[in-house]
């Protein structure tokens, strides 16, 4: 009893403090996009319109995000109906499922593997402070509200679901429903659902196998029919690129096996540039001057990356050796997916964070103690803690300092100005018709800002084309840009801007220099000065609006 008040005590003050964290920030939500359309399907659920696309003029049916998340957002509409001003509460379930996600991995560590309170609850700091942690608690993203339901699935599956038949059938159950709730918020949730139905036949728990696939599949069915039909009703509409691309998760997903391996190839050296660059909080100046200048610098940082993996990975198989568990055909499922999915696969790390951390100390521990004894190996895994606190302060009281003119964000270390974008939203209300549609890098963004509605500036409908060229290299983590995707862009848009544009009726485009597409359908806008009209600029210029009439 004192346990559950102590541990219930710790996520409420745990969660206090992102939402803090959260509330003290100033607001970034549509930036990423995703997290502006999660807002707009919630606020379409909340009012009672359907899960639509509502930022979109058509307002098609919401065919590729799950419908989980943008339901527990939405309740926050249906309590302060007002955008922003509701934004603490929007910002509730992420902050919640951060939390419950460091708590429950506490609890996990010590059921699976009887790790002591000590060591369980130093990496649970560590977890706590780790600055994806505090980062994602600003935004309205999926991952730490996924983060919180996956590792309470994983400790009803692998810790309580033992004892009597009945509590082992119950906590499948539960298991069960928690996994299909990780899915129903985030697609990749499948290879959690997957590995709760397959972890009892490990044990030749074939009773269980089946009661956890009946639950999973009777939780799941109905989405998967409402998502059929829903695609079959968005086919009457009159679809462009602008809008079908948003529709569907089909252009990243591999279409043939060379594209499986070509993905797959450079995916792992950008999972090791995620894992030690978003994970272990080594300064983004640093990675990214390492890799801009190579040498010695570089060198290291592969080093030090290639360390980090390594100990990941012995810590992992350290753990599956002690006991295997449902965690281990999570992350192998989970991994799989992340490798062939044709997109930088670091934010599928963000959910993984206390684990990650775990394994890396426990490799740290293993790897050491078979050359220097087991108290090296403790005392090399209390430095490298020691160092990750230090590195997780430094970084998170960066992350702290963010003001609306300089939003630090761990993928953009010179931060982002959101003076700018908010001069756009005030011109975008003053000077534009309600009807109008507008062309942006920040649609839901927008559409909650100044109720314009429109689509992507333009769809990155081929990744393999514009993210993976052959060029790229493992010496940079295959993380810059080639000539020749470049060269594929401008091809792509040069020859399709005005015909995609038409066709979606696009009557102002907003141009920003922090996007890919800018340079290239700005150098249209100059061979087409009839059909483009410069109407704003931002103060410090690093967005334009532009009038478009085809």
Known sequence: MKSALIALMVLVGLTAAYLAVGWSSPSSVGYWRDDGTYVSDARALAEARGYRRVEMPEAPLETQYPIGYPAALSLAFRLAPSFPENLPLLLLPGALGAACAVLLACFYWQAMWQTPIREAVLVGGLAAISPVFVAFVRYTMSDLFYAGI???????????????????????????????????????????????????????????????????????????????GAAASNASLEMHRLLAVDLSYAPWLPHNVEQVVHVVHQNLGRLILGLGYFQLGIPGEFVGRAIAAGGARLVCVHLLFALAVAAV????????????????????????????????????????????????????????????????????????????????????????????????????????????????????????????RIASPWPGGLFLATGRRGYGAWPDENPYELSYGSERSFADFYSRPTPSESAFRDRDIRENLLTVYRAAGINYYVAYAGSADTIHIERMIREHPDAFTLRFTSPKKTIRVYRVQL
Not at 206 to 222: K, Y
Not at 328 to 344: D, K, P, S
Not at 364 to 369: D, F, H, L
Request: glycine residues 6%.
């Open 150 to 228: 996956a590792t309470a699935a994983l400790v009803c599956a692998d810790c309580l679901a033992r004892g009597s038949l009945r509590r082992e059938r119950s906590f499948v159950v539960l298991a069960a429903l928690l996994a299909a709730g990780a899915f129903l918020s985030r697609s990749i949730g499948i290879s959690l659902a997957a590995a709760v139905v397959l972890a009892p036949l490990l044990r030749r728990r074939f009773d269980l196998a089946a009661l956890a696939l009946g639950v999973t599949l009777a939780c799941l069915a109905p989405w998967w029919a409402w998502r059929a």
């Open 313 to 436: 990975v012995t810590g992992f198989v350290a753990s599956a050796r002690r006991r295997l568990g449902t965690l281990h055909l999570y992350a192998l499922g989970y991994v799989a997916i992340a490798l062939v999915y044709a997109a930088t696969p670091h934010r599928f790390l963000v959910p993984w964070a206390p684990f990650l951390l775990f394994f890396l100390l426990w490799g740290t521990r293993s790897i050491v103690g078979c050359v220097g004894g087991e108290r090296a190996g403790s005392v090399a895994a209390a430095v490298v803690a020691s160092v990750l606190g230090l590195a997780f302060v430094l970084d998170d009281a960066k992350l702290l300092q963010s003001t609306e003119s300089h939003y630090v964000m761990r993928e953009r270390p010179a931060g982002v100005d959101f003076t700018e974008l908010r001069s756009v939203e005030r011109w975008l209300r003053d000077f534009t018709d309600e009807n109008d």
